[in-house]
């Protein structure tokens, strides 16, 4: 059974930073490959950021790169997601995903958590 937790969603300035916690739990080959994504009001999911645990490699959204970093800390079994120079388009909610560390890291994500929401005000 994987459990996913985010946390650390809110209210911020555009400009502004934010840090993303999720807190994972589950069989280690699933939590191998762990994901952010994010949902905007009436738009599809998108790919945040990815990275993969056995080696480290890390995947971007284009619309991110250079702003937001992902990490794991392996030993509180958690993912960030730290997020600079924030802009009002990053508002949504964000979720993360886990999966084994095979295929594409950038989709067929089938472990969810709940969701966290950041809001980016002008």
């Known amino acids: 059974q994987v459990q996913l937790v985010e946390s650390g969603g809110g209210l911020v300035k555009a400009g502004g930073s934010l840090r993303l916690s999720c807190a994972a739990d589950?069989?280690?080959?699933?939590?191998?490959?762990m994901g952010w994504f994010r949902q905007a009001p009436g738009k599809e999911r998108e790919f945040v950021a990815a990275i993969r645990r056995t080696d480290g490699s890390t995947w971007y959204a284009d619309s991110v790169k250079g702003r937001f970093t992902i990490s794991i800390d392996s030993a509180k079994n958690t993912m960030y997601l730290q997020m600079n120079s924030l802009k009002l388009e990053d508002t949504a909610v964000y979720y993360c995903?886990?999966?084994?560390?095979?295929?594409?890291?950038?989709?067929?994500?089938?472990?969810w958590g709940q969701g966290t929401q950041v809001t980016v005000s002008s």
């Open positions: 589950g069989p280690t080959y699933s939590l191998g490959a």
């Open positions: 995903a886990c999966k084994a560390p095979i295929g594409t890291m950038t989709t067929s994500y089938p472990y």
